[in-house]
């Protein structure tokens, strides 16, 4: 984990309220894992004192390598992020966290995403390709339309997309998880060890992945959001419900940090 000084180059909105920051800096050897995240000291002064939390993704350009992020404006934040300008500075504090894993005997992987959910899964979904995983179906779920990202990019690598929008403008009119439970019933889903769902996305929308994949014997893996202080397993303020009880007292939960045992979850071992 370093704590680096990068530089913005680009930051734009792609879509509506949905931003595309670009950071150059030290990067050669910052090398993420796909679900693990950055935090990000929003300028120099203490206000924001707390870093904001990111997925990101590093390329390699000509001119050198340099980290991607997409964020939606939500709140002071990520407000001011949004008026950020090229030439800016922001701390940055990375890699963090525990990311997505498979195997070499991985066949199939079923991508579920709700909203920015898909930002985290966009770089799993490269490695998986890149490992030469031949069977990927990725489920997206959005608002609307404007708010579905990197569909053209997904089908240019030649994956199938499955669309899910609540107001009906692209593909399945409803909820992602709706549109992911018709596929398992259509295609009479049958677990093998080859098969796992990744997932991410609102808190009701993995729950539900989850209790899918429970009722289908699929692995899942699912990557949470909470509210984070300090990003490195000190302050305990992101911490959720673990399934799994203590030696001492069966009654009560174990707790997992998001940021230091997570982000990236068994299914199965949270307390939905
Ligand atoms: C591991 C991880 C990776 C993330 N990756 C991305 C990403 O790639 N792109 C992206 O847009 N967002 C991502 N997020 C969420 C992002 O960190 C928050 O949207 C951001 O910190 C909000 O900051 P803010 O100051 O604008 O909001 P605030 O002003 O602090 O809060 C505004 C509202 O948003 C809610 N909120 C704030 N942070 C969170 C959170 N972490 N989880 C749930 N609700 C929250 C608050 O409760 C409040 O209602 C990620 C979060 C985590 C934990
Ligand atoms: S954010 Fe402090 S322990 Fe996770």
Known sequence: MKDSKTKIVFNQEVAPACFRMVLSGPLDNFIIKPGQFIMLRL???YDPLLRRPFATHRFKTPEGFFLEIFYRVIGYGTHIMSHM????????????????KFSDTLSTALIVAGGMGIVPLRGLIYSLAKSGIKNIQIFVGAKSTSQLLFLT?????DIPVHCATEDGSSGY?????ELF????????????????CFACGPRPMLAETARLSFIYQLPCQ????SRMACGIGV??????KLKQQTHHDQDQKKYGRVCLEGPVFDAQEIQW
Do not use: I, W, Y
Not at 87 to 99: H, I, Q, Y
Not at 185 to 196: C, E, I, P, Q, Y
């Open 43 to 45: 300028g120099m002064s």
């Open 235 to 240: 302050c305990l303020g992101c911490a959720v």
């Open 181 to 196: 439970h018709r596929f398992l019933d259509n295609h009479a889903f049958k677990a093998d060890n080859h098969t796992v």
């Open 85 to 100: 300008l090229p030439g800016a500075e922001l701390r940055l504090l990375g890699p963090l966290g525990k990311g997505f």
């Open 173 to 177: 009119n409803g909820l992602v998880t």
């Open 153 to 157: 990019e997904f089908q240019r690598m």
């Open 222 to 225: 699912v990557s949470l959001e």
